[in-house]
């Protein structure tokens, strides 16, 4: 039985197919690094720079996807659709932080799972985003990102779909609603001390008062 031919056009697909991987594998790598550079830079204030890394990782991820657009068992073995998720989470982080309005996954331009894992994964930067305020003081704003927060966790919750589809989006969502209640306890705790820092406040101003 002679399978030199078959043998032949196997191998030539074979061949194109981890060329192809080894093309976008690299890209891939390269808009996770930008996506996590972009949020270190959202958390230091700096937005030009986030942006600036943001369309960068969007770049790369557009090379990775069109390098494997003939490819696609490669396209969802899972590299692609990690860079997509840290990219949906840069985006989403800088948008909770500053307080406006949350695009969804077309917008965005990412998959449904790596969109709602990046939203996920968003929440715990938003803990941290609040965390930085409480220490400055600005507690009325870490209040609107906690609320924030619990909009993005009351959406996750309803995405009661199988694992395979959502990206274990579900171990995620757990992890999510323990960072909130985390948070919750932390912004409490600062509201109540910024309470009790007035009421010594007004007090010590009525005994000033009282003896002149």
């Given at each position: 039985m002679d399978?030199?031919?078959?043998?032949?056009?196997?191998?030539?697909?074979?061949?194109?197919?981890?060329?192809?991987?080894?093309?976008?594998?690299?890209?891939?790598?390269?808009?996770?690094?930008?996506?996590?550079?972009?949020?270190?830079?959202?958390?230091?204030?700096?937005f030009d720079t986030a942006r600036k890394l943001m369309d960068?990782?969007?770049?790369?991820?557009?090379?990775?996807?069109?390098?494997?657009?003939?490819?696609?068992?490669?396209?969802?073995?899972?590299f692609i659709e990690d860079a997509e998720k840290e990219y949906a989470e840069a985006r989403l982080t800088e948008l909770l932080v500053l307080g406006e309005a949350v695009p969804g996954p077309d917008?965005?331009?990412?998959?449904?799972?790596?969109?709602?894992?990046?939203?996920?994964?968003?929440?715990?930067?938003?803990?941290?985003?609040?965390?930085?305020?409480?220490?400055?003081g600005q507690v009325a704003e870490g209040e609107r990102i906690l609320a924030a927060l619990d909009d993005m966790y009351g959406l996750l919750v309803t995405m009661d779909y199988p694992d395979a589809v959502t990206g274990n989006l579900r171990?995620?969502?757990?992890?999510?609603?323990?960072?909130?209640?985390?948070?919750?306890?932390?912004?409490?705790?600062?509201i109540v001390q910024d309470q009790l820092r007035e009421s010594l406040d007004r007090h010590g101003r009525l005994l000033d008062d009282g003896a002149d």
């Open positions: 399978l030199s031919h078959v043998s032949g056009v196997v191998r030539g697909r074979m061949d194109e197919r981890v060329a192809a991987r080894e093309r976008a594998l690299p890209a891939a790598r390269r808009s996770i690094r930008a996506s996590a550079n972009a949020i270190r830079a959202i958390h230091r204030g700096e960068d990782s969007r770049t790369a991820l557009d090379e990775g996807r069109d390098a494997l657009v003939d490819h696609p068992q490669v396209l969802y073995a899972g917008e965005i331009g990412v998959g449904i799972g790596p969109y709602l894992n990046g939203m996920a994964e968003a929440i715990g930067e938003g803990r941290r985003a609040i965390l930085d305020l409480l220490r400055r171990r995620s969502t757990d992890v999510s609603r323990s960072l909130i209640e985390k948070t919750r306890g932390d912004l409490t705790i600062a």
